[in-house]
């Protein structure tokens, strides 16, 4: 599948449709097949016990999968996640970037179905995994 928004487009979505946290994500690499973003970590993505937070890794997980969608489909900003499990496997490291790769596994008409892998940078084991199930809006 060819995509239809390259990183510099998807940046510029996430800018002017969120700009609240487009600051905080960075696309590393994009093909059809794989997404990666980083998180940059700073002082709000922490909690207590010297982690990164759980609302923080979904986050990612979040923004990975739905940047990964929009790749594919063209710049569909009602695209929604309509489910998410998240595993927490390992701590990751206070203070050190965030990096999820993403794989969309079924794209239909309807529903895409995601599972991210998020490591923490200085890390070589994942420390969370997630799988996303997102609604996509009927076009016209």
Do not use: W
């Amino acid at each position: 599948m060819a995509l239809k928004m390259n990183a510099a487009e998807l940046t510029a979505f996430l800018l002017a449709e969120f700009p609240q946290v487009a600051d905080e994500f960075d696309i590393t690499d994009l093909s059809a097949a794989r997404l990666e973003v980083a998180l940059r970590v700073g002082d709000k993505h922490l909690r207590p016990g010297g982690t990164v937070s759980g609302p923080s890794m979904f986050a990612l997980a979040d923004v990975a999968a739905y940047l990964h969608i929009l790749s594919l489909i063209g710049p569909k900003a009602l695209a929604v996640t309509t489910n998410c499990g998240i595993d927490f496997m390992r701590k990751p490291s206070a203070g050190v970037d965030l990096l999820c790769k993403n794989e969309v596994v079924k794209l239909g008409r309807s529903l895409a179905v995601c599972q991210s892998l998020i490591y923490s940078t200085d890390q070589t084991q994942p420390v969370a995994r997630a799988n996303l199930t997102y609604s996509i809006p009927r076009d016209g």
